[in-house]
């Protein structure tokens, strides 16, 4: 495994993390055997980034990881979220329909002693505002943010899906050391103001999807999905934009196949390539998957290559967008 800094600190993360939350949350049947055993070979193969959040099945996922996390404390540099809530304190089956958006100081101060008391640790390493709150000013956020790091309970503070005005306010009342947004060969929002906003603060991007759930690859028939996978409800996997992301995986398999790797390890190459800042975290709840990840730090892009890549996706422009119209609401605030 290579190995990459968080922002401006000395801290050495693995060049690519791992994802937790489809051990928990919203792709499909769970099974914690085979999640726990995926957590244990991420260690054997030197990946020390984890990430997760208290939504991801209500807390569920906080309390799968850290069977793992409390033997291998020294191991593991953690990272977690706050701020949905669901309605009634009652997870839904399959994604973030029934919840609510909560950055106050208020609740703050309660998520982080629940995700302390689930994960068993004293310190959370990295934690991130999951969104940003339209109803309260990113300062009063922070700030209260950064009370958890002076009481010794957070070490480092992110935020997701943040904009570029938020990120500014943010870093100017606490160094943010990290911003967590999506980032793929199809979802490439971040790219310029964002994208130099967090180069010019020396704030790592932590890309979550980078194989965009899957599309990029190939790898999903949407008719085998189980009823509780968010994923049936995304814009990108029905009608026109799945048969437009059907032929753009067929392109970019042979582009892989070229380079003597699969496409999986060519999309998560690709992220890696466009800085040493970033550090993509792919999700995923079983080891065969996580080790043919984790094989993209081997695979070097010439110029030619990135040209290569972005020609193929450049043809088939009709991808649809990431989100449902109402979580798109939540990013980029």
């Known amino acids: 495994m290579k190995y990459r800094n968080l922002g401006t600190t000395t801290e050495k993360l693995s060049a690519i993390g791992l994802g937790c939350m489809g051990m928990s949350f919203a792709y499909g049947p769970t099974d914690d055997t085979e999640s726990i055993a995926t957590l244990h070979k991420s260690l054997d193969l030197g990946i020390n980034f984890w990430d997760t959040a208290d939504m991801y099945g209500n807390g569920l996922n906080e309390e799968l990881i850290s069977k793992v996390l409390v033997p291998n404390r020294d191991k ?7 701020g949905f809530r669901f309605k ?26 629940n995700s302390l008391k689930r994960l068993n640790i004293d310190t959370i390493d990295l934690y991130y505002a999951h969104r940003v709150d339209p109803n309260v000013p990113i ?31 943010a870093h100017a009342i606490h160094p943010i050391s990290a911003l967590q947004s ?40 949407i008719n ?51 800085g040493e800042q970033i550090i993509p975290i792919p999700g995923t709840k079983k080891r065969k998957y996580l080790e043919e990840n984790a094989g993209a730090v081997d695979v070097n892009l010439s110029e030619a290559d990135l040209k290569a890549i972005l020609k193929v996706i450049e043809q088939y422009p009709n991808t649809g967008a990431r989100y449902s119209e109402g979580a798109l609401k939540l990013v980029n605030n």
């Open 224 to 274: 085998s999905l189980h009823e509780s996978d968010f994923r049936k409800t995304l814009p990108r996997y029905s009608g026109e934009n799945l048969e437009n992301n059907k032929s753009l995986s067929n392109d970019f398999a042979a582009l892989a196949s070229d380079k003597n790797c699969t496409p999986a390890q060519l999309a998560i190459a690709w992220v890696l390539a466009q």
């Open 182 to 221: 999506e980032y793929s060969l199809l979802t490439r929002d971040v790219e310029a103001e964002i994208l130099d906003t967090v180069n010019e603060l020396g704030i790592s991007l932590v890309p979550y999807s980078p194989l965009a759930r899957g599309l990029v690859i190939n790898t999903v028939d």
């Open 88 to 113: 009634d304190e009652q997870k839904p089956a399959s994604n973030v329909n029934g919840t609510y958006f909560d950055g106050s100081p208020k609740w703050i101060k309660i998520a982080v002693e």
């Open 139 to 169: 300062e009063e956020t922070v700030g209260a943010m950064a009370e958890l790091v002076k009481e010794g309970k957070v070490r480092y503070l992110g935020l997701s899906e943040a904009s570029p005005a938020s990120i500014r306010k």
């Open 76 to 82: 593991v540099f953690i990272a977690t979220k706050f």
